[in-house]
């Protein structure tokens, strides 16, 4: 009786391991990155003890495979500009984030606020694996270093 209620526990932590994550973290390895560095470096064991992400600079991006239910499909992202420069001097902030869905633009951040701020929108699911890419851009080219995006984590509701 021991050995099959072993046996049931180990496939249902493969099952479970399988099923699609409801939260995607985006300095986890499995994620797509283009350009972008993990904040704060020295965290890099250990993520769950400090509040972090992947900053995006200019045309940096993270991109994800995740799977979608049918009908509607409620996503949110957590994120704030990276303070940089000086305390008298701060780097501006000049950048949007655009989230696409399989190519198809579904969210633009434009007002980056200071602090943390979550984003949610709706993305219709017709079942299966769908690609959503976070890029960070700055619609002006101007001169001068601007703030990078810190981009926590995305979750799928």
Request: aromatic share 8%; net charge positive; hydrophobic share 30%.
């Amino acid at each position: 009786p021991s050995l099959l209620l072993f046996g049931g526990l180990l496939a249902l932590s493969f099952a479970y391991s399988a099923s699609p994550p409801s939260r995607v973290e985006f300095e986890d390895p499995w994620v797509e990155k283009k350009g972008g560095f993990l904040h704060p470096k020295k965290w890099r064991e250990g993520r769950e003890n400090f509040t972090g992400g992947w900053a995006l600079r200019h045309r940096d991006s993270v991109t994800v495979r995740v799977t979608l239910d049918e009908g509607e499909n409620r996503l949110s992202l957590r994120y704030k500009p990276l303070q940089g420069g000086t305390r008298r001097k701060p780097l501006p902030v000049q950048s949007i984030l655009r989230g696409t869905v399989d190519g198809k633009l579904v969210n633009v951040a434009r007002k980056i606020p200071r602090d943390w701020s979550r984003d949610t929108f709706t993305v219709e699911g017709r079942g299966g694996k769908r690609e959503i890419r976070i890029e960070c851009r700055r619609p002006k080219p101007r001169k001068g270093r601007a703030a990078p995006i810190l981009v926590d984590r995305l979750t799928l509701h």
